[in-house]
Each structure stands twice: as structure tokens, then as C-alpha cells.
T-cell receptor, first 115, second 119 residues
Framework: DTAVSQTPKYLVTQMGNDKSIKCEQN?????MYWYKQDSKKFLKIMFS???????INETVPNRFSPKSPDKAHLNLHINSLELGDSAVYFC??????????????FGEGSRLTVL | AQTVTQSQPEMSVQEAETVTLSCTYD???????LFWYKQPPSRQMILVIR??????QNATENRFSVNFQKAAKSFSLKISDSQLGDTAMYFC????????????????FGKGTHLIIQP
């Protein structure tokens, strides 16, 4: 069973469209994240959710809206897509216990291409 | 805020050689976690090794070991007997401990080193 799964793996769309990427984890973790990996491979955190509550919202345009229906799911919705949104988006999860080293488990990434 | 610096954008070595990837970081915390993640062409992010700052002993995982120098804020990764399958991007990452909010902050990554193992 895949621990952190994202769908779709690839997404090609036109500028101005709205799209969503779904993420589910079956590890029982309480914290989930979205990371963006740009064309230079740099990974930067976008959002962090703990038990369905938004903890971090880095300097991300408000066209990006995360939604966490329960602690096993964290979806990313993007409105009015722009060329600069083209990237690989990674979902990840971790367990935020004091006794845990906090290792992040990553999904396989979703490559978004905006034309 | 923490920063992580990887000064080698790309490295290339012959199969079976030993290679060391460098990483330095900046933090005011005394306790934290450091990680090396590997990203092969498949794109999957794979944990290679982790180090807890309060442990003086350097972590090892089979052919992978680290040289952790806390005072110098240095965390290099050594790969022994390199194999073709080690070809990948390698990311150094920092995390505060969960009790200090690290779990919510997630990982801060360096820009990565592209390691190529030549046959």
C-alpha cells in the first residue's frame, strides 16, 4: 500500500484554468504538507496542516487554497493558473509527536504544466 | 529562520569510488534534526539518513554515513562504494524538533546536489 498518494501524477492545462491535486496518507500521521519544487529543483514549503488546521501558509498567492476534509487528506486547489505555477507539487506527512524525529514521508509528486 | 546551503550543484564520480556531499546550515537552535533525502529520476523523495543534533555519534546506514560537526554547523554525506543507482539529486534538510514547532514547520531544504555515478 502506498503511504502517501497523490493524484494526478501529471497535469497539463491552460492558463486561467482551475485545477486540484489530491493527497491521501494512510500512515495515521497528524501533520500534512504541500511543497513546491521549481524547475531548478528547489523545494519550498507552501502549507502545513496539523489535525485539519492550517499551521503554515508561506508566501503563497491566495489563488492556492488547501483543503483538509480530515487528517488523512490534504487537497490543493489552484485558481486562475499562471505559467509560473508550472512545477512539481509534493504532498508529505509526518507525526508531530515529541518523541518522533519528525521524518517526512513524501508522495510521488504531481507535475503541473501550465500552457 | 533556518537556512541550508549545499555548495556543490553537481558532482560526478566513477562507480565504486567514495564521494562526499557537503551541507552547511544556520540556526540558533541547540536541538534539531538533519536529514539527507535522495531524489532519483523517478522523482520520489527517499530518506537516506537522519541525524539528531544532541547525538554526538555520526549516523550510518550501510554505505551512507554522515560527518556531523555541530560547532561548524556542517553535515556532510559520504557515500562509499558508489553504485549506478546512487545517481540522483541529494537534498540536505533541517527540521526543528516537533516540541519546538518543527513538526508544523516541516523541512527546510538546501538547493540540492546532482550526483552522477559514471560506469
Amino acid at each position: 500500500d502506498t503511504a502517501v498518494s497523490q493524484t494526478p501524477k501529471y497535469l497539463v492545462t491552460q492558463m486561467g484554468n482551475d485545477k486540484s491535486i489530491k493527497c491521501e496518507q494512510n500512515l495515521g500521521h497528524d501533520t500534512m504538507y504541500w511543497y513546491k519544487q521549481d524547475s531548478k529543483k528547489f523545494l519550498k514549503i507552501m502549507f502545513s496542516y496539523n489535525n485539519k488546521e492550517l499551521i503554515i501558509n508561506e508566501t503563497v498567492p491566495n489563488r492556492f487554497s488547501p483543503k483538509s476534509p480530515d487528517k488523512a487528506h490534504l487537497n490543493l486547489h489552484i485558481n486562475s493558473l499562471e505559467l509560473g505555477d508550472s512545477a512539481v507539487y509534493f504532498c508529505a506527512s509526518s507525526q508531530r509527536k515529541t518523541s518522533d524525529t519528525g521524518e517526512l514521508f513524501f508522495g510521488e509528486g504531481s507535475r503541473l504544466t501550465v500552457l | 529562520a533556518q537556512t541550508v546551503t549545499q555548495s556543490q550543484p553537481e558532482m560526478s564520480v566513477q562507480e565504486a569510488e567514495t564521494v562526499t556531499l557537503s551541507c552547511t546550515y544556520d540556526t540558533s537552535e541547540s536541538n534539531y534534526y538533519l536529514f539527507w533525502y535522495k531524489q532519483p529520476p523517478s522523482r520520489q523523495m527517499i530518506l537516506v539518513i537522519r541525524q539528531e543534533a544532541y547525538k554526538q555519534q555520526n549516523a550510518t546506514e550501510n554505505r551512507f554515513s554522515v560527518n556531523f560537526q555541530k560547532a561548524a554547523k556542517s553535515f556532510s554525506l559520504k557515500i562509499s562504494d558508489s553504485q549506478l543507482g546512487d545517481t540522483a539529486m541529494y537534498f540536505c534538510a533541517f527540521m526543528k524538533p516537533p516540541v519546538l514547532g518543527g513538526g508544523a514547520d516541516g523541512l527546510t531544504f538546501g538547493k540540492g546536489t546532482h550526483l552522477i555515478i559514471q560506469p
